[in-house]
């Protein structure tokens, strides 16, 4: 077992445990799964994977691991699909191990080799450039600016437009945080009563406040929700899946933006047609 680093690692630092979290997870993770077993690989202690990066809802382990995957996946060592999940590839799968700075340097010539000369700068090793504002964190604000009522009342919408039933917001206080509840069915056949949560965060929650609503919970209902627009500390992750305790499920604010999206809520795309005329193709008549 290494040692506990005593400061976040950096971006390129996290490249081969990226790597090797990969392989211990069978070839493929989620986002959290792969965090989650960098954790255990670099033995880092709670202090560190529950430093915040800003106020965007994620810790700083959480950021530079994503640059991380971003630099391996350039480099042609994993890939990832549109649902999240992140999977070596033949030549990951292939590679025992690889050095990281090495690997954020080649990426960093590949990038610089296929610019423009004005274009041609690239991020220092190390520090990543933050990336510009999307779409997520437009819509990250708007929900944090929201009523608290406001946004219960939109949990209560989400969770009954992705087929619970029965959903209801308590409109009670001291309640153990349980700010609604409903009942999802499986297959028309199985069904579980849920209690859930909702919290506009711009940090992350931590594993206090899942053990707090589990206990609230506590014979009243078969899981626990907690949806917010926020996230959660590694801690705050391993309590909701600890053994032997009712499981609760956490939508952070990434996933919660997704979900959104998938249901056009409040959030809808726009295709753009782009038409190519076949000059070719004309001649050959």
């Known amino acids: 077992m290494m040692r506990a680093k005593k400061t976040v ?8 445990p990226t790597i ?6 069978g070839g493929s993770g989620s986002i959290d799964e ?12 709670q202090e560190l994977t529950e430093v915040p990066h800003g106020n965007t809802g994620r810790t700083e382990l959480e950021y530079r691991s994503a640059w991380a995957r971003t630099y391996l996946r350039n480099a042609g060592y994993i890939e990832n699909s549109d649902r999240g999940v992140w999977a070596l590839t033949p030549k990951g ?47 990250l604000a708007v929900l944090r600016s929201m009523d608290p009522s406001a946004f219960e009342r939109l949990c209560q919408r ?11 917001v308590t409109k009670r206080t001291g309640d153990g945080g349980i700010d609604g509840y409903g009942t999802i069915r499986i297959s028309g056949l199985i069904s579980f009563n849920v209690l859930f949560q909702s919290k506009r965060y711009k940090g992350n929650i931590g594993a206090d406040v899942v053990r707090d609503f589990r206990g609230a919970m506590v014979g009243r209902a078969d899981k626990g929700l907690i949806i917010t627009t926020g996230g959660f500390t590694i801690e705050a992750r391993r309590e909701a899946t600890r053994d032997g305790a009712p499981p609760i499920d956490l939508i952070d604010g990434r996933l919660l933006a997704e979900k959104l999206k998938e249901l056009k809520l409040g959030v809808s795309t726009t295709l753009v047609e782009n038409v190519d005329v076949s000059e070719e193709w004309f001649r050959s008549i």
Do not use: C, H, N, Y
């Not at 690692?9 to 081969?16: G, V, Y």
């Not at 792969?34 to 202690?45: N, Q, R, S, T, Y």
């Open 9 to 16: 690692p950096k971006f390129d630092e996290l490249i081969d």
């Open 20 to 25: 090797q979290a990969l392989k211990r997870l």
């Open 34 to 45: 792969i965090v989650l077993e960098i954790v255990k690989l670099l033995d880092l202690p």
């Open 93 to 139: 799968t292939q590679t025992p191990s690889v050095d990281g700075r090495q690997v954020a340097r080649d990426v960093a010539r590949q990038q610089q080799a296929a610019r423009e000369a004005a274009e041609a700068a690239t991020a220092p090793i190390g520090t990543p450039v933050e990336p510009p504002t999307i779409w997520q964190d437009r819509l």
């Open 158 to 168: 989400l969770m009954r437009e992705s087929g619970f039933i029965e959903v209801e």
